[in-house]
């Protein structure tokens, strides 16, 4: 059996008490989800309302006004006015005139409902698009450990599914709270004006109602944090699933896959069975207080008008305005677990928005001027975690213009000292300097604007080959695009395609060759211009006879400019100018191929049965 398969079994046989959602996708920023309703993150959240208040604000709340005055109005004309003394006392003149204002009462609330809906929706879809916006900029500018920290599904969630679960908070949520809130101020005061022993008596089941509400919020909201925590898990297992879907296919592995999605996608749908269950809680608790309140009003009611204290109309009123009380009060109640859902996402999203960038530039920082391309890296030791060192002490100098090849076994630190040269990541001591300037001392932007890098696995965007290649410097010319794809011996094969420079690829150019995919990147890095060429296994996906006429492209390409060359294959870096060896983060040989081979140590050894396997 695979070690996958184990692996999957072992999760899958997993019981829920010691770890419900699967160990394998448990990550840091998942781990805590019993927190206190945070009021400061609340009025965060909402000031993103504030750059669209003046425009808009004023208007929503003459038109919440409106909408709640009229509707309080009818049930007083209906009951005091038609009752009392319209029909009671036989004045149809005066019950035309009421019916009649009741019908433009309803009017002028619908009117002022249309636009009340039309401007909340307005706000709220900008501020979704703001928050949306910003998430995603700053997603830009974090740096290589917050990624390596958390798979791609997981930081997809925060931009797609959290900032969604907002919008009805935005668009609808706020305004009908105020709304709810001003119609139960307004009815409280006219319930103790018309008579304050009936409403006192009406509204003696309220504090009982919020007392018992109140024990539900803390579970409701952890709830439906679990919730959010969850379909975070399954997005992130997707984006693996999906990503890995040719390894799955080749070792049989779907039905694996297929049973550990399905006992995640079942913890997602018992979560959200279990929120779900506490919300629904809501609307019995406030049916029931609902007709213990109407018991107390017709039972107290009746009794006043034996009295003579009240009328049957005044009675009818008072009825109207309980049912109309007890409708806001369950909105509220809803309106609290759509709060409780918005801020369990807004958790997560200001969780990310947070994050402070590990790479970012010092207040005095200034920008890196145009370089010749000197580069040094003195005693420089780098962690990717403490305690476990990738590069012990490395010193590295390169004259501009030089070429300079690293080679070693798989986890010597070759793609450490790269990641280091553009500053994905800073030294953990030592420095890495350029034409004798610090690294940490300029602009990250200007640095990274000068050097350019080709990945073994190149990454090819949605668009056209011409937007591809493109996309090492924006403001290139058609003619400069296809002057560096000859020089890289790409614009014969392009123009085999359909469309030339023109034809549309999909998401990581999965029509194309793992070649051709290869040269469209180096046609991309070349377009850039840089000082400072890295290669990173440039050339491990070229046939031989592609290679044969990179190489001879690149000692022209090459010139001029100091290149970091990362390679397995020796035999494309036999014309370096220096040839560093490296092992566990250390160097321990350098020189011309030439002098390597005549030292007869490890690269001579790594030279000798690379040949002996061709």
């Not at 204002?101 to 409902?113: D, K, P, R």
């Not at 103790?192 to 504090?207: D, E, F, Q």
């Not at 970012?360 to 420089?380: Q, R, S, Y």
């Not at 991309?524 to 060429?533: E, G, H, K, M, Q």
């Amino acid at each position: 059996m695979s070690t996958h398969t184990e692996k999957l079994k072992t999760e899958l046989n997993k019981q829920p008490q010691q770890n419900p959602e699967n160990e394998r996708f448990v990550y840091k920023d998942d781990d805590d989800i019993d927190k206190a309703f945070n009021w400061k993150q609340f009025a965060r959240l909402f000031g993103y309302m504030k750059p669209y208040a003046k425009q808009f604000l004023p208007l929503i709340i003459l038109m919440t006004i409106l909408g709640t005055v009229t509707k309080l109005a009818v049930p007083y004309l209906t009951g005091v006015l038609a009752i009392d003394q319209a029909i009671r006392q036989s004045n149809l003149p005066l019950l035309y005139i009421v019916t009649a204002s009741v019908l433009g009462l309803y009017v002028v609330q619908w009117a002022a409902n249309v636009f009340r809906i039309k401007y909340t929706n307005i706000i709220g879809q900008r501020v979704i698009y703001d928050i949306r916006s910003s998430l995603f900029a700053h997603i830009q500018k974090l740096s290589f450990n917050f990624f390596d920290k958390r798979p791609a599904g997981s930081v997809l969630v925060r931009v797609t599914n959290d900032v969604n679960s907002l919008q009805d908070l935005f668009t609808n949520g706020a305004v009908n709270v105020l709304i709810d809130c001003v119609q139960l101020a307004g009815i409280m005061v006219i319930l103790l004006l018309i008579n304050w022993k009936l409403g006192l008596a009406v509204m003696i089941t309220v504090p009982i109602m919020f007392f018992i509400s109140t024990k539900l919020r803390q579970k409701i909201r952890i709830a439906w944090q679990d919730v959010r925590m969850k379909n975070s898990r399954i997005n992130s297992h997707l984006n693996e699933a999906i990503q890995g879907i040719r390894v799955t296919q080749a070792y049989t592995q779907e039905q694996e896959n297929m049973k550990f999605f399905d006992g995640m996608n079942t913890e997602s749908r018992k979560s959200w069975d279990r929120a779900s269950t506490m919300n629904q809680s809501f609307g019995p608790l406030i049916e029931i207080t609902g007709g213990v309140g109407s018991m107390i009003l017709f039972w107290y009611g009746a009794y006043l008008i034996q009295e003579g204290e009240v009328t049957i109309g005044l009675l009818v009123t008072f009825a109207n305005y309980v049912g109309n009380f007890w409708d806001p009060i369950n909105r509220l109640g809803q309106m609290y677990n759509q709060l409780l859902v918005a801020m369990a996402s807004s958790e997560r999203i200001f969780e990310f928005l947070d994050e402070k960038p590990s790479i970012d530039d010092k207040p005095d920082a200034k920008p890196l001027p145009k370089i010749k391309g000197d580069v040094n890296l003195e005693k420089v030791v780098f962690e990717y975690e403490p305690g476990r060192q990738a590069l012990k002490g490395i010193d590295i100098e390169a004259k501009a213009g030089q070429s300079i090849a690293l080679v070693g076994h798989t986890g010597s630190g070759k793609s450490t000292i790269i990641n280091l040269l553009s500053r994905f990541y800073d030294v953990t001591q030592g420095t890495v300097k350029i034409d004798g300037i610090d690294v940490r001392d300029v602009k990250v932007e200007s640095l990274r604007a000068q050097i350019s890098i080709v990945l073994q696995d190149t990454f090819i965007f949605s668009g056209t080959i011409r937007d591809n290649i493109r996309f090492g410097r924006l403001d290139a010319t058609d003619e400069e695009i296809e002057k560096v794809a000859e020089a890289v011996k790409a614009h014969d094969f392009i123009m085999s395609l359909p469309a030339g420079y023109d034809t549309e690829v999909e998401e990581r150019g999965s029509a194309l060759s793992m070649g051709q995919r290869q040269l469209l990147s180096f046609a991309r890095a070349l377009l850039a211009d840089p000082r400072i060429l890295i290669l990173d296994e440039a050339t491990a996906s070229i046939d031989t006879e592609t290679e044969l006429r990179i190489q001879e492209a690149l000692k022209v390409l090459l010139q001029g400019r100091t290149s970091f060359i990362v390679a397995h294959r020796l035999s494309t870096i036999r014309h370096a100018d220096k040839i560093i060896v490296l092992d566990h983060g250390e160097i321990k040989e350098q020189g011309t191929h030439k002098e390597l081979i005549r030292h007869g140590g490890i690269y001579n050894g790594l030279v000798e049965a690379q040949f002996r396997y061709l």
